[in-house]
Structures are given as structure tokens and as C-alpha cells.
């Protein structure tokens, strides 16, 4: 079995799930897993875990980066060009100044309304099936975080386009921000193009598209990424031979930290020799000054 992660590219027009069935027929294992389901329509950074490493997932960073192309003077079913328009507005008149201007009101923690076709969960239902049936129900706002957004191109006409660089928390909707800024330059918004730069640690100049991919393997080539570079942001911890095969069992062991070092709430486990052998938490015991750590994933699990 492959253990380890894999920054794929994802192509348009496939889905999530089917770049993990893919991904699965070639490496000829069941155990592979993604991090951060991108739309059928958007291209770019899917992070996958393969093998052990699907229970690495929960511990990679949730920050994402995207460069997505808005097109002012269109509103769709879907917010995209992938649904059926509901109205075109000529947006000839708009400036890149005037297209800009806006884009500060979505910087920050914000409220935003998520698409009608969305995989939103709604009663035990996904929105997208709802809407699909013509159902009438109403979009739960979520509260988002943007961090910064960048201009990057500027193309006019009756339908002008503006491209944007957008670093966000999960959960962001650039869907939702293309239809908002249209609707707050009075025209009207839609996402023409989405393509993620960043996901989950990985970025896109080290993605690996699946004929790529499938090509490595034919000569035998591949590697996967090892753990300790999707799981760089937590920081290590060395344990003694003795003391990490306890960790690796099971067992809450004590270990001194420094007073700066308890700010993070989990660790990598690395033994002398540096394998990486999982991610630990840590807890105060009460009534002593002593400090546990707490294993969460054990990854290599102990030698008999």
C-alpha cells in the first residue's frame, strides 16, 4: 500500500470523488481520501491522502488561495457559467476603478449567503438536490473569513471580466463574492473561472496533473509526499527509542515543554533515527506541575 499525500491537479469538469476513483484505480488501493471538496467547474489544488495518511487529513491547514475570473453584467441559477442566465445588464460603463472599489466590504470575517446549487446539507439534504427538483427552501448564511484579495486583470466591454487573487478560510464561497460584487455594482455578477492556487498547505506549482501521475507510475517513479511536509505547520517533538515505542502503544507519556511551545495544539512525533510516527496532543495533569502527551494519530505504529 502507498502511504503518504498527493498534491493532484484537478482538471475541469471532474469532480472530487472522481479523481479519487481514478486515483484509487491506478495506485490499485481503496485508502485514498481528499482535502476540500472543489467544484466540478473550478481546476487546481486537490490535496489527497493516500493510504495511512487519510487520517492525517484533519491535521493539514484550512486556508485556501484561488485565482477566479468575475464576469459583471450576468447573474446565473448558479453562479457560475455552468447554470442558466437569469438576466444580462450591459456593464460597458464600469471602470477597473469602479469594479474595484468594492472589493474591500468582502476583506475580514463576513456573513455571506452560499450558492442555491451548493453540497450544503439542509434537513439531511444537499442544496443542489433541492434546487434540482425545483424544491423551495432557504440558503442557511454561514460567517466566512477572507483574507486578502488582489486585482490582477482588468478586461472591458459589455460584459467586463476582473481578475482576482483571493486567500480565504474554508468554507468560503467565490461563487457567493462574484455575485455579491455585481450586485453591489448594481449589474449583476457571475464566476466565469476558478482555478485554485493553495490548498490545504499544497500549492499549484507542485500540483501533479493525473496524466502526469498515471505516467510516473507506468515507469515506476512516484513518490508520494511524505507526512512531515503536509504537516509542517505543527511543530516536532523528538522522543527517546524507549519512550517513543510507549507513545506509539498507546500510552499518555510525560514530556517537559517549554512555556512557549504550549500555544500549539498538536505535534509531530518524530523518534531519534527522525521517522515520523504520528501527531500527538498534550494535557496538564491535575494537581502536578506535569504536562502529558496525548497521541491522536499513531502513524507508524510499534515494531514486535
Known amino acids: 500500500m502507498v502511504d503518504g499525500f498527493l498534491n493532484l491537479y484537478k482538471p475541469v469538469h471532474w469532480t472530487s470523488h472522481d479523481c479519487v476513483a481514478k486515483v484509487r484505480r491506478l495506485l490499485q488501493q481503496k485508502k485514498v481520501g481528499h482535502g476540500g471538496t472543489l467544484d466540478p467547474a473550478a481546476s487546481g489544488v486537490l490535496p489527497m491522502a493516500l493510504g495511512r495518511a487519510t487520517r492525517l487529513l484533519q491535521f493539514l491547514p484550512s486556508d485556501k488561495a484561488y485565482r477566479a475570473v468575475i464576469r459583471l453584467g450576468m447573474t446565473t441559477t448558479t453562479d457560475d457559467l455552468e447554470g442558466d442566465i437569469l438576466q444580462t445588464t450591459s456593464a460597458a460603463h464600469l471602470s477597473q476603478a469602479d469594479a474595484i472599489a468594492p472589493l474591500a466590504d468582502f476583506i475580514g ?34 460567517t466566512v473569513t477572507v483574507h486578502h484579495i488582489e486585482p490582477i486583470t482588468w478586461q472591458p466591454g459589455e460584459f467586463p471580466e476582473l481578475t482576482i487573487d483571493i486567500t480565504c478560510g474554508a468554507g468560503t464561497y467565490i461563487r457567493s463574492i462574484a455575485r455579491d460584487l455585481g450586485n453591489k455594482l448594481g449589474v449583476g455578477g457571475t464566476l466565469a473561472a476558478l482555478e485554485r492556487t493553495k ?32 504537516l509542517q505547520h505543527h511543530p516536532r517533538i523528538e522522543l527517546s ?15 517537559k515543554f517549554r512555556e ?14 527522525q521517522t515520523f510516527l504520528g501527531i500527538t496532543a498534550w494535557a496538564f495533569i ?3 506541575d506535569e504536562t502529558r502527551l496525548l497521541p491522536k494519530v499513531v502513524f507508524m505504529p510499534p515494531q514486535t
Not at 205 to 216: F, H, R, V
Open 199 to 230: 490548498s490545504s498547505g499544497f500549492t499549484l506549482d507542485s500540483s501533479l496533473p493525473l496524466a502526469d501521475l498515471e505516467s510516473q507510475l507506468q515507469k515506476g517513479t512516484y513518490q508520494p509526499l511524505p507526512p512531515e511536509i503536509a
Open 109 to 142: 470575517t463576513i456573513e455571506q449567503l452560499p450558492p442555491r446549487y451548493s453540497a450544503i446539507q439542509v434537513q439531511g439534504q444537499r442544496l443542489y438536490d433541492l434546487a434540482r427538483k425545483g424544491q423551495d427552501f432557504d440558503v442557511p448564511k454561514r
Open 260 to 273: 512557549a511551545d504550549l500555544s500549539c495544539s498538536y505535534y509531530q512525533v518524530y523518534n531519534p533515527d
Open 286 to 288: 491535575p494537581d502536578t
Open 241 to 255: 527509542a524507549d519512550w517513543a515505542r510507549r507513545w506509539q502503544q498507546g500510552q499518555k507519556i510525560p514530556y
